[in-house]
């Protein structure tokens, strides 16, 4: 099974970018389909981005977070990444990666069958 481990939560001003990393251990990120979810205070955990496991079926992102923020991977560091950018407060929560055997992302957190620990992300002026 494979482990993920999320770095590089923060504290950050509103309209500032932060990137969120999540390191695959176990086996190859290129094997695994991969999403990201956060859970705002007070709120269910949702869905922000997924990606596919082999890129041929792209990146798939909440719609209102589309344009804002960008999910990719890095094979030779066998890492996935989110990238964020003009965040707002709303923004604000814990965020977490996540990975399923097959191909295919999807933005609904119980197809996934491995998650990381989370990392908080805030945003505040």
């Known amino acids: 099974q494979v482990q993920l481990v999320e770095s590089g939560g923060g504290l950050v001003r509103p309209g500032e970018s932060l990137r969120l990393s999540c390191a695959f251990s176990?086996?190859?990120?290129?094997?695994?389909?991969g999403g990201w979810f956060r859970q705002a205070p007070g709120k269910e955990r949702e869905a922000v981005a997924c990606?596919?496991?082999?890129?041929?079926?792209?990146?798939f992102y909440e719609k209102s977070l589309e344009g804002r923020f960008t999910v990719s991977r890095d094979m030779a560091e066998n890492t996935m990444y989110l990238q964020m950018s003009s965040l707002k407060s709303e923004d604000t929560g814990i965020y977490y990666c996540?990975?399923?055997?097959?191909?295919?992302?999807?933005?609904?957190?119980?197809?996934?069958?491995?998650w990381g620990q989370g990392t908080q992300v805030t945003v505040s002026s």
């Open positions: 176990g086996l190859p990120v290129d094997r695994y389909a």
């Open positions: 996540a990975a399923r055997s097959g191909q295919l992302c999807s933005m609904k957190e119980e197809l996934y069958d491995s």
């Open positions: 990606i596919s496991a082999d890129d041929g079926e792209g990146a």
